[in-house]
C-alpha cells in the first residue's frame, strides 16, 4: 500500500465554503459597480496584501491553507482619472476539496452563458456555458477531468460593460471513454478556481447601443395615445 492510497483528502469545511461564495458575491457587487472597493474592506476587512506596479493594482485576501482571493485594478486605462477595474480570481489550495456543486452559482443572479443569445438587443453572446477545457489544452497540463462553467451578471442595457464569471472544476463523468459533454458529467462540485471579469464595451459598441436606446425611445414615442 502506498502513501497516496492512505492519503485522506482535506475537505472543505461549510464555514469555509460559506466565505468562498460570500467573497464571489461582494466581488461580483463590486466588478458590477455596486459597491465600491472601500465598501468591500468593509465587509472583509483591510486586505493584508497590496502590491502595485506598472500597469496593474492588486489586493489580496487570503485563507491558509484553504484559497486566496485578489482584486486587480488596471492602472494603464483610467474612468474618472482612477484606474479601473479589471477582474477578481479566486483560487483554492489544490489538497483541498471544496463540495461546491456548480449550481451554486445560480442563487448569485448570474446568467449562464447560450451561445448566439442577445445581450442588450444588438450584441450576440459568443461563449457558452460549458467548456472541456482541460480536453481542450494541447499541453495535456490540466487533464481531461477539468472543465469550466461561464456565466454572465445581468445588467442594464445602457450598461458600459459586461461582467463574467468563469469557474473552474475537476468533474468526475459518468463514463471516462465517452467525449467531455456536460451530459457526460457526473458531479461537479470539486471547484478549483473562479474568475470575475469586466469587460468594457468598445466605442463602437457604445455607439450602437446609443442609436440602440434611440430607436426605442422614438418607437415608444410614435406608438403612445394620440
Known amino acids: 500500500m502506498t502513501l497516496q492510497d492512505t492519503a485522506v483528502e482535506k475537505q472543505m469545511t461549510p464555514d469555509d465554503q460559506a466565505l468562498l461564495l460570500r467573497l464571489t458575491d461582494i466581488a461580483l457587487q463590486w466588478a458590477a459597480g455596486r459597491i465600491t472597493f472601500e465598501e468591500v474592506t468593509q465587509r472583509l476587512g483591510k ?92 499541453t495535456g497540463f490540466y487533464g481531461k477531468n477539468y472543465v469550466s462553467f461561464a456565466y454572465r451578471l445581468p445588467l442594464p442595457r445602457d450598461s458600459l460593460f459586461d461582467v463574467y464569471l468563469g469557474a473552474s472544476y475537476d468533474v468526475e ?8 459533454v456536460l451530459g457526460n458529467i457526473r458531479k461537479a462540485e470539486n471547484l478549483r478556481d473562479l474568475g470575475i471579469s469586466r469587460h468594457y464595451l468598445t466605442p463602437q459598441e457604445l455607439e450602437q447601443q446609443r442609436r440602440q436606446a434611440a430607436q426605442a425611445t422614438s418607437d415608444s414615442t410614435q406608438g403612445g395615445p394620440r
Not at 98 to 116: A, K, M, Q, S
Not at 173 to 180: L, R, S
Open 47 to 138: 486586505p493584508p496584501y497590496h502590491s502595485e506596479q506598472v500597469d496593474i493594482i492588486k489586493y489580496g485576501y487570503f485563507v491558509k491553507g484553504v484559497m486566496s482571493a485578489l482584486f486587480f485594478y488596471d492602472k494603464l486605462k483610467l474612468v474618472d482619472g482612477k484606474p479601473r477595474i479589471d477582474f477578481f480570481q479566486l483560487e483554492v489550495d489544490s489538497d483541498l476539496r471544496t463540495n461546491i456543486p456548480y449550481e451554486c452559482f445560480d442563487n448569485l443572479g448570474l446568467h449562464r452563458l447560450v451561445w448566439g443569445e442577445t445581450i442588450d438587443g444588438f450584441r450576440r453572446e459568443d461563449s457558452d456555458f460549458f467548456s472541456p477545457s482541460g480536453a481542450l489544452d494541447i
Open 173 to 180: 463523468w459518468i463514463d471516462a471513454n465517452e467525449a467531455p
